[in-house]
């Protein structure tokens, strides 16, 4: 529809705008078409609007750092850090949090790298990053738990804007963060004791089939060999005016695709799993078609709909014989518990044949606590 003049080699600027204007003001159905069309779906294609977020505006091609301050009523205060890259295209909202276990740092220290990583002149669509969503957890070095109020941010989901400092930080992810976003991933890795193989995970509802659709493939892209199913139809933290619980179901239940990381172990700095980390969002931006780009799914992948949950009946210090990533058959032998003046207290066996996705540690162990997690092969792909 543009005549061809307007883009010919080596065109003076001074002489496109001359014949464009010429172009425009003579008369002609056409011409005013062209021009309408040059002032909506250029700008759509190409460029976007400035992204509001907590405030401020992010513009397009660049990204920006924010601190978002909580406080509660018992002078409790944190800071939620996050960065939003917005890209140049107009394209899907990415959200990504890290450090909603504090003590899990492989996640955390992808998500530094991941600053530089995102090139906002290239990108497509935005990403909003929390890096670190639980700073009290992580500043105090403390598992599973924020130590400002003894609560677990993975089971304080959507939280609430009057309640302890905790739920304070969910309500600010439920209501800031995860509503903006078209996409969402959970970034996890094996907190303080746990042993823990790396896989990605993607939430599944009988009534939800097209979003867990979407969410099976960020899974499948993120690039694990080992892909969990959380099947989630009968579940209590889906249904209406049940507390989601966890960061990603929150993000499920408000109708967005999501998916799990856990890439990391024993509260430790691995490269291998940062850097695994790293890939797997990449590759989750090449599947997004944010970034151009590729993506490499595993060769093969193992699904897991099904676990085995292996727990204590004793007090005592646990000696596991396997590691996280082990394939064992039913009734192999897993570890064993002494009491403390080393007399054999339990044997611990498998249940299931599977793989270890999970197994504990670091010698105390408690009744009642989990010792291993088997995960049962569904089907290969
Ligand atoms: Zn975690």
């Given amino acids: 529809m543009i005549p061809l003049y307007f883009h010919s080699p080596g065109l003076k600027f001074h002489t496109f705008l001359q014949r464009f204007t010429t172009y425009i003001f003579n008369p002609g159905l056409d011409r005013v078409l062209t021009f309408l069309l040059c002032c909506l779906i250029l700008p759509a294609l190409y460029g976007q609007s400035p992204f509001s977020f907590n405030g401020e505006r992010v513009a397009a091609g660049t990204k920006k750092h924010f601190t978002i301050r909580v406080s509660d009523d018992q002078a409790n205060q944190t800071v939620i850090p996050v960065t939003v890259f917005h890209g140049k295209r107009n394209g899907p909202v990415l959200g990504i949090t ?16 991941l600053i530089r990583r995102i090139d906002p002149t290239i990108l497509t669509g935005t990403v909003i990053l929390v890096q670190v969503a639980n700073v009290g957890s992580f500043s105090g070095r403390s598992p599973y738990l924020n130590p400002l109020d003894g609560k677990n ?10 309640g ?20 969402f991933v959970d970034m996890h890795g094996g907190d303080a ?4 193989a790396p896989y990605a995970a993607y939430y599944q509802h009988d009534q939800k089939q097209e979003i867990s659709e979407k969410g099976r493939k960020m899974a499948i892209n993120l690039g694990f060999d080992h892909v969990i199913v959380f099947k989630t139809t009968s579940k209590d933290y889906m249904k209406v005016g049940s507390p989601s619980l966890y960061c990603s179901a929150e993000a499920f239940k408000q109708g967005i695709p999501a ?30 078609e944010m970034i151009k780009g590729v993506p490499s799914p595993a060769e093969k992948i193992a699904f897991i709909d099904e676990r085995s949950y292996i727990t204590s009946s004793h007090d005592g210090i646990f000696y596991p014989l396997k590691s996280s990533g082990a394939y064992v058959l039913k009734g192999m ?26 197994i504990l540690g670091t010698p105390p162990v408690n009744k009642g606590e989990t010792l291993a997690t088997i995960g049962i092969i569904k089907e290969e792909e």
């Fill in 333 to 358: 032998k897993l570890g064993y518990i002494t009491d403390f003046f080393n007399a054999p207290l339990e044997e611990i066996y498998a249940h299931e044949s599977g793989i270890i996705l999970y």
């Fill in 193 to 196: 004791p746990e042993d823990l």
């Fill in 164 to 183: 302890s400092i905790t739920e304070r930080m969910a309500n600010v992810i439920s209501s800031n963060i995860i509503p903006r976003c078209n996409y």
């Fill in 98 to 113: 890290a450090g909603v276990h504090g003590y899990e740092y492989a996640p955390i220290l992808a998500g530094q790298k």
């Fill in 153 to 162: 941010l993975n089971r304080s989901f959507p939280g609430h804007p009057d």
């Fill in 259 to 288: 998916a799990d990381i856990e890439c990391g172990r024993l509260g430790m700095v691995e490269h291998i799993f940062v850097n695994k980390i790293v890939a797997g969002i990449e590759n989750l931006l090449y599947h997004l």
